[in-house]
């Protein structure tokens, strides 16, 4: 557990040398009010609270730079791919939900079809895997913010031509998403990204959610 930074490494040592079998470590961090034993209880089960895992600086032949967004299943990196040098978006996911056989099927089954869309409002999936306990997913890094963030840099409230622009690109991403058999799941300002077109235009992309 102190992996995890709930306990220091002494204190893991002391309450280890002190366990036995009618006091095991588990009981003891109770016992002597380092933790709950909700908390001890929700460990031991696996699921573990997202906050409380250390985030990993490597994954699956990336090296994570700096965190860029928070889903509530997983973090978003942005990282570099060590092998070609190139930054991408990193959407990695941990405990509990890896230890769901179901689900980390399913996120990889829906990275592959993601991978084969190549359409200007979706934003290209490089590559997925699994990698000590964590699924990862490479996207293109898109580096102009999302819908959110340009209606608030403009007062709150879009220009209406401006936002009509994004909406036909969004619909446009979701009728290619929709032939490849994927559904997003999530449509909200935040989840709209944007990018310089050939012609300077923003463009709406976005990207194949998955549960």
């Not at 967004?69 to 990196?77: E, Y």
């Not at 403009?154 to 622009?165: K, S, V, Y």
């Not at 619909?171 to 799941?185: E, K, S, T, V």
Request: aromatic residues 4%; contains cysteine.
């Amino acid at each position: 557990m102190h992996a995890r930074r709930l306990i220091t490494p002494a204190i893991a040592e002391q309450l280890k040398a002190k366990a036995s079998v009618e006091q095991p470590v588990a009981a003891l961090l109770v016992s002597e009010g380092y933790l709950t034993q909700h908390l001890v209880s929700t460990l031991i089960a696996g699921n573990v609270p997202p906050g409380l895992i250390e985030q990993p600086t490597a994954l699956g032949g990336y090296k994570i730079l700096t965190q860029i967004g928070q889903g509530g299943m997983g973090t978003v990196f942005k990282a570099v791919q060590t092998s070609l040098g190139r930054e991408v978006a990193l959407k990695v996911i941990g405990p509990p939900h890896t230890a769901d056989k179901a689900f980390c099927e399913r996120f990889l089954r829906e990275a592959r079809v993601a991978a084969q869309i190549n359409h200007p409002n979706v934003i290209t999936v490089f590559d997925a895997g699994q990698d000590r306990g964590y699924l990862y997913m490479a996207l293109e890094l898109v580096g102009g913010g999302d819908a959110g963030k340009a209606a608030t840099a403009d007062g709150g409230r879009m220009e209406e031509a401006r936002a009509l622009r994004l909406a036909s690109d969004c619909c446009h991403g979701l009728i290619a998403l929709d032939h490849a058999g994927l559904i997003h799941r999530d449509i909200k300002p935040a989840n709209v990204f944007l990018l310089r077109g050939p012609t300077s235009a923003w463009r709406a992309r976005l990207a194949a959610r998955t549960r």
